[in-house]
DNA sequence: ATCCTATCCTGTAGGC
DNA sequence: TGCCTACAGGATAGGA
């Protein structure tokens, strides 16, 4: 499941062997996405000289010249991918973007959650996609005092607080749980009651986890793969993830897997403590 | 306003 | 072995 580190190892490799490229040609599948693909896509990109990969949460920005920005989500299963040579034909390719000089840019989804969508970048800020995402944790961390703030008053779970893309922008299931492990935090704590001691930890434990995830190029479950094929190595890192049953790697305490929000949390029963807090406070 | 649920999709894993 | 079903989750529309 791509997530910002994810995204940030994709965005690396795009930075590094596509930009300074001119898209010669571009074909689609077809087949929608989370929504259509625009048909104009093939005839807007041809001749197009790609300028620079950006991201913002979970989104990759492909800067074209003429002000120009492929705006992409990977969704569950989408995939950048890059071939030097030209390879066979694939299921699941959407869109191909065949490079002046050789190469091509594949962007695969299987199961089509993704999207693809060319923006003006002066209405960039706008795009309905965009508009309303909080602060990237990367590029705009947040310290303790600003999560409390931006989490006064709800009371959503901390782990459902910490998936929603308008607050913060770019975490998802995996590094939720993650975070909060490496917090010491329940994450079905209410978020709005935290302390701001409890605060200090999660804007702590965010870029500390993200960053190590970043540098072992992400974690791969089933589909996720980096612009050249490989899998991340974050995987044997995880400390709760997809753990239940297991013995936590900090106290030996046994993982549980609940669900919130039809989605599953795993936790350290013994060390994501409510520190005594009633029963009220979640 | 805030929160929650159902929905989209397909590869994979588990049961029998 | 093969068929069937349940499950995984990011974002969002719509309902409570």
Same mark, same amino acid.
């Given at each position: 499941?791509?997530?910002?580190?994810?995204?940030?190892?994709?965005?690396?490799?795009?930075?590094?062997?596509?930009?300074?490229?001119?898209?010669r040609s571009?074909?689609?599948?077809?087949?929608p996405?989370?929504?259509?693909?625009?048909?104009?896509?093939?005839a807007?990109l041809r001749?197009?000289?790609?300028?620079?990969?950006r991201?913002?949460?979970?989104y990759? $920005?492909?800067d &074209?010249?003429? +002000?120009?920005? /492929?705006?992409?989500?990977? @969704?569950? #299963?989408? =995939?950048?991918?890059?071939?030097?040579?030209?390879?066979?034909?694939?299921?699941?390719?959407?869109?191909?973007?065949?490079?002046?000089?050789?190469?091509?840019?594949?962007?695969?989804?299987?199961?089509r959650?993704?999207?693809?969508?060319?923006?003006?970048?002066?209405?960039?800020?706008?795009?309905?996609? $965009?508009?309303? &995402?909080?602060? +990237?944790?990367? /590029?705009?961390?947040?310290g @303790?005092? #600003?999560? =409390?703030?931006?989490?006064?008053?709800?009371?959503?779970?901390?782990?459902?607080?910490l998936?929603?893309?308008?607050?913060i922008?770019?975490?998802?299931?995996?590094?939720?749980?993650e975070?909060?492990?490496?917090?010491?935090?329940d994450p079905?704590?209410a978020?709005?009651?935290?302390?701001?001691?409890?605060?200090?930890?999660?804007?702590?434990s965010?870029?500390?986890?993200?960053?190590?995830?970043?540098?072992?190029?992400?974690?791969?479950?089933?589909t996720?793969?980096?612009?050249?094929?490989?899998?991340?190595?974050?995987?044997?890192?995880l400390?709760?993830?997809e753990?239940?049953?297991?013995?936590?790697?900090?106290?030996?305490?046994?993982?549980?897997?609940?669900?919130?929000?039809q989605?599953?949390?795993?936790f350290?029963?013994?060390?994501?403590?409510?520190?005594?807090?009633?029963?009220?406070?979640?």
């Amino acid at each position: 499941m791509p997530e910002l580190p994810e995204v940030e190892t994709v965005r690396r490799m795009l930075a590094e062997r596509v930009v300074g490229s001119v898209i010669r040609s571009a074909a689609l599948s077809g087949l929608p996405l989370r929504e259509p693909i625009a048909r104009t896509l093939p005839a807007r990109l041809r001749g197009r000289r790609i300028e620079a990969a950006r991201r913002i949460g979970k989104y990759l $920005l492909i800067d &074209l010249d003429r +002000d120009l920005t /492929l705006v992409s989500h990977l @969704g569950m #299963s989408g =995939r950048w991918r890059y071939e030097a040579a030209a390879p066979p034909p694939e299921r699941h390719v959407h869109a191909r973007l065949a490079l002046a000089g050789g190469g091509e840019l594949w962007f695969e989804d299987p199961r089509r959650f993704g999207l693809l969508r060319l923006v003006r970048r002066g209405a960039l800020a706008r795009d309905p996609a $965009l508009r309303a &995402l909080g602060p +990237d944790p990367i /590029l705009e961390p947040q310290g @303790g005092e #600003s999560l =409390r703030e931006i989490a006064r008053g709800t009371r959503v779970a901390v782990k459902n607080f910490l998936l929603d893309q308008h607050r913060i922008a770019g975490l998802g299931n995996i590094y939720a749980s993650e975070i909060l492990h490496r917090a010491r935090l329940d994450p079905r704590l209410a978020a709005g009651r935290l302390t701001a001691r409890e605060w200090s930890a999660v804007a702590r434990s965010i870029p500390a986890v993200l960053e190590e995830a970043i540098r072992r190029s992400g974690t791969t479950f089933s589909t996720y793969r980096t612009v050249s094929g490989q899998p991340g190595r974050y995987g044997e890192r995880l400390r709760v993830y997809e753990r239940a049953g297991e013995p936590c790697r900090r106290c030996g305490a046994t993982i549980r897997r609940i669900v919130q929000g039809q989605r599953a949390t795993y936790f350290c029963p013994r060390c994501q403590r409510r520190n005594g807090r009633g029963r009220d406070s979640y």
